[in-house]
Nanobody, 120 residues
Framework: QVQLLESGGGLVQAGGSLRLSCAASGSFFSINHMGWYRQFPGKQRELVAMITSGGSTNVADSVKGRFTISRDNAKNSIYLQMNSLKPEDTAVYYC??????????????WGQGTQVTVSS
């Protein structure tokens, strides 16, 4: 059973920083890309940042220059360093990973979500 475990959300004042972590656990062959999405109330999830197994990144324009995604392949983990947070960053943040569980199968997994609240 593959699981993604997130941590690091919370309440912070505008201009502050938070660091989200996500670790994949269970039995699998390899992890392809991993990323962070966020969801505002009543809206669909949107991509925040993604990182490939090779370290290439894709960051949403809305957070570019403020958020940094990184990855530790040895720990099957990714991180999202969020600086200069704004109230409009308030959302539930979800970890996502494409994981090869066998030679034949690749599945998309989601974490349980972590709340980030930025007060003005």
């Amino acid at each position: 059973q593959v699981q993604l475990l997130e941590s690091g959300g919370g309440l912070v004042q505008a201009g502050g920083s938070l660091r989200l972590s996500c670790a994949a656990s269970g039995s699998f062959f390899s992890i392809n890309h991993m990323g962070w999405y966020r969801q505002f109330p009543g809206k669909q999830r949107e991509l925040v940042a993604m990182i490939t197994s090779g370290g290439s990144t894709n960051v949403a324009d809305s957070v570019k220059g403020r958020f940094t995604i990184s990855r530790d392949n040895a720990k099957n983990s990714i991180y999202l360093q969020m600086n200069s947070l704004k109230p409009e960053d308030t959302a539930v943040y979800y970890c996502n990973a494409e994981i090869r569980t066998s030679t034949l199968y690749t599945f998309n997994y989601w974490g349980q979500g972590t709340q980030v609240t930025v007060s003005s």
